[in-house]
């Protein structure tokens, strides 16, 4: 049983993918938690701990293949949120002509905040490894 | 700025409309996506660096004020989608970026012995049911919109 120097890596960069699709999963019920009646909440808190034990999978996954402990970047998840936030809110080249409105002007100011939102993430500090998101919060 | 004739003033209406048209097609996209964002960062602010979240947090929510505010101003139903379909497609793109990885990417660095190759599958066999059993449990979850 080998992998070679190149299968390693696209485990190490591919595995993490699929732990980004686990920890949005968690934020998404994590969110439908705190927003549903208190008689939803079993079948929502017990798909959080099969989306927990998955994530966990992954990192067992990881290592039982001898690449370590799985590492990756928090920031990636919260930044393809922060794009999406982006193109929704249009390209501000594309709309010079309208920027003395009152709509651009509002248009202008939520692509601010954004701006200063994508800002905060980039700065996020690297996760320590291992990483292991336990869902709690 | 006061606009110096009818052509000015009507590129300008012009302008101000398709902002308009952004806003009602790109708010509640935005506002999903802020509001996940402001999840994530909930559930990774619980086990890594909590103030740096914090911010991110506190920026998000800002955000998400400030695009509820706009889309009062102007009449636009946010919308929301049920979390349910928002969780399953999570899944599917686990899933798929496993599936991508086992039978795509690891190949196209050279065959896998029969043995690797079954090590690999048997390494990642227990997340595949875990997913497996997060998707069936998604199907269950109640009408909770996001």
Known sequence: ?137 | MIPQSSRERMAMEAAEDDARGLLGVGLPLAARAVRLTAAIAAVQASTEDPETFDRVQRLAADLIARIEAVAARHHINLGTRHVQGLVRAQVQRALDALDALLDERLRGHGALDAETDAWVRQAVAPLRESLRRLDDLARLLPEVRL
């Open chain 1, 1 to 137: 049983m080998s992998l070679n120097e190149h299968q390693k890596r696209a485990l190490r960069t591919g595995l993490p993918i699929v732990a980004d699709a686990l920890v949005t999963a968690q934020a998404i019920l994590a969110a439908a938690q705190d927003l549903a009646v208190p008689e939803d909440a079993k079948p929502i808190e017990a798909a959080r701990e099969a989306a927990r034990e998955s994530f966990r999978l992954v990192s067992s996954a990881h290592e039982a293949l001898g690449l370590g402990a799985l590492r990756r970047d928090q920031r990636i998840v919260l930044l393809e949120q922060v794009q999406r936030v982006r193109v929704a809110l249009g390209d501000e080249d594309e709309d010079r002509d309208a920027s003395h409105g009152d709509v651009a002007r509002q248009i202008a100011e939520l692509r601010l905040l954004a701006a200063q939102l994508e800002h905060a993430v980039v700065n996020v500090r690297p996760a320590r490894p291992p990483t292991a998101v336990d869902g709690r919060g």
